[in-house]
């Protein structure tokens, strides 16, 4: 009996060996990928809640077949066009940037900041996720890149060390900041400003030294970069919305197996609205920063905004002539915000 026992067992092992032996080269094989994703956003943000999400469930959905690393607060570079330049390169997987530092390798992607072009962020999340998503991707496609999602930088606001800004008259021969991007540009030349365009990095220094006396960015941005520490007045003017995404490099993108380019795409998804929720609600908190500092803030009345929308009424005629791609994304914006004004009326 005992020999016919140790026979089973014998027989038992041996199945279990044949089972372990046949399922250890197929988990053998499965490949480890690394994602390293840059990024000027900086901890403890509504920017870096997400991706920090956006990295465990990432790592969770792959089984561990993607280790994500999120590099935040400008670690590898301090310059968020050169990120962009690097993305395309091949020497990073990932970044988390705006669509204007994306515009410096997509030109076309201009077109989504002339100013005053949306009116709301329920505008701007219509027209971005229903009517230009897939020609986004497209174009990002063209140019080496894979869109992941769309995150968010948000409405851009005006900062000042000489006084309030109610009128476009204010910036008269003022050197202001500009963004290294077309649309940004033309509408300081509108307003006849001495525009200078730094890269975000330089930006604090500039502003210490007097090199330049202003600017415009996001509440996120100001404080995260410091600059709301060397102005006075604060006008919440919301004159231009700057939205963000998270994409990849193509070539990189395009050698992971099927299975996980999808989980890549569908963890961002997942986050899109969290995402933007966080930044916005983070903008009460944000204002409160400047309040602290006791920098002057100022609303535009309606009619000071009609004001600015006039002189920068020229920006989105200048886009469209850049080149037909850019007509066409502006074309496709414009048709997005009247099929949103046409449902929202119902």
Request: glycine share 8%.
């Amino acid at each position: 009996m005992l020999n016919t026992f140790s026979r089973g067992l014998g027989v038992a092992t041996l199945a279990l060996s044949l089972v372990a032996a046949a399922s250890a080269p197929a988990l053998a094989d499965k490949a480890k990928y690394e994602l390293k994703i840059a990024t000027l956003a900086p901890d403890n943000t509504g920017w870096s809640t997400v991706l920090k999400k956006y990295e465990k469930a990432v790592e969770k959905a792959s089984n561990g077949q993607i280790n994500v690393r999120v590099f935040l607060g400008g670690i590898m570079t301090d310059d968020e066009n050169y990120s962009v330049k690097m993305l395309s390169r091949g020497e990073i997987q990932g970044v988390g940037a705006t669509t204007g530092a994306f515009a410096t390798i997509i030109k076309e992607l201009e077109a989504i900041e002339i100013p005053f072009q949306f009116a709301s962020s329920s505008e701007a999340d219509y027209v971005l996720d229903v009517h230009i998503k897939d020609h986004v991707k497209k174009l990002f496609d063209d140019n080496g890149i894979t869109f992941g999602f769309w995150s968010e930088n948000g409405f851009r606001h005006f900062g000042a060390k000489w006084g309030k800004i109610d009128s476009p008259d204010d910036f008269k021969s003022r050197k202001v900041r500009s963004q290294e991007s077309f649309p940004h540009l033309e509408m300081w030349a509108a307003f006849g400003a001495a525009a200078q365009a730094l890269p975000t990095g330089e930006v604090a220094t500039a502003l210490k030294t007097g090199s330049v006396e202003g600017f415009d960015q996001s509440l996120l941005y100001a404080t995260a970069g410091g600059w709301h520490l060397h102005i006075d007045h604060l006008t919440l003017s919301a004159h231009i919305y700057l939205p963000a995404a998270i994409a990849f490099n193509k070539d990189w993108f395009d050698k992971l197996p099927a299975d996980l380019q999808k989980v890549l795409i569908d963890e961002g998804e997942k986050l899109v609205r969290k995402g933007r929720k966080a930044i916005r609600d983070a903008n009460k908190k944000l204002l409160q920063i400047f309040k602290d500092e006791k920098i002057e803030i100022y609303t535009l009345s309606k009619d000071e905004r009609k004001a600015f929308v006039k002189a920068t009424s020229k920006v989105r005629d200048k886009v469209a002539a850049r080149s037909a791609g850019h007509k066409t994304l502006i074309e496709l914006i414009e048709a997005g915000l009247k099929d949103f004004k046409t449902k929202k009326k119902k």
